[in-house]
């Protein structure tokens, strides 16, 4: 029996992200219960955070800042030094309690993180574009309509509408595309995608009219025209025949 994955990287990387966070806060954690024993707390606290926020650097950095630090002790006074550090070391219930509420803290703001990021319109759009890509057409109209309900952006609403149009719901998408227009979206093949979909729904007069505006766009008035545009002359010229009395 043989297994297929398809995954792509964008979607790995959402996969993977949660978890290299969380490991990145535990390693933090670590090098904070470690650091206290033979940092001033200002200092192991600022090691705890470069292990948060740049884990590959920093940690790295402190095995060895405390390798040379092991190696510059004493060996004769360690026992004097032990007795030193735990006669001016904080109570035990503290030096469990700073580490407990560090973990506490950074573990929430992660998670807090995460939930943010994963409701954001940005996320819901890369979701969407990663549906796309894997040919899942309804979880990609689930995510433009996830993202209009945070952000009414006209240019979600147009892809959303083209995706209804490439399922069949002329309707749904002749809506979204009039809205996207009025709410000012600014691509030239506005025009001509409402005109195919009135000609969907057979509704040819309407459509004409929408073929007359996509040729006095600038994607058909520019020097190097859309090839859509020969395509529409010939609608146009077509339906203005059909008008001419014989």
Known sequence: MTFKFDISAGEFFELIRPAVLVLSALASIGV???????FVNYVAIGWALGTLFFPLITLPLYLIARFILQRSEPPAHAGAEE?????????????????????????????????????????????????????????????????????????????????????????????????????GETDDLMAFYIATLLDSLNLPNQATLEYQRFLE????????????????SVR???????????
């Open 32 to 38: 904070l219960t470690s650091a206290r024993r033979r």
């Open 83 to 183: 007795r030193k550090t735990f006669s001016s070391s904080p109570a035990p219930s503290w030096r469990i309690a700073i580490p407990l509420v560090y973990a506490a803290v950074v573990l929430s703001l992660i998670a807090f993180y995460l939930y943010w990021d994963h409701q954001s319109v940005d996320s819901h759009l890369a979701r969407a574009a990663q549906a796309k890509l894997s040919g899942k057409r309804g979880g990609t109209i689930d995510e433009y309509r996830a993202a209009l309900k945070l952000e009414a952006n006209p240019h979600t609403r147009k892809l959303l509408a083209i995706e209804l149009a490439d399922t069949g719901d002329w309707t749904g998408a002749l809506f979204e595309l009039r809205k996207a227009e009025q709410d």
């Open 217 to 232: 766009s600038r994607a058909c008035t520019q020097p190097l025209p859309d090839k859509r545009c020969s395509g529409a």
């Open 236 to 246: 146009v010229q077509a339906a203005q025949a059909a008008r001419r009395p014989r």
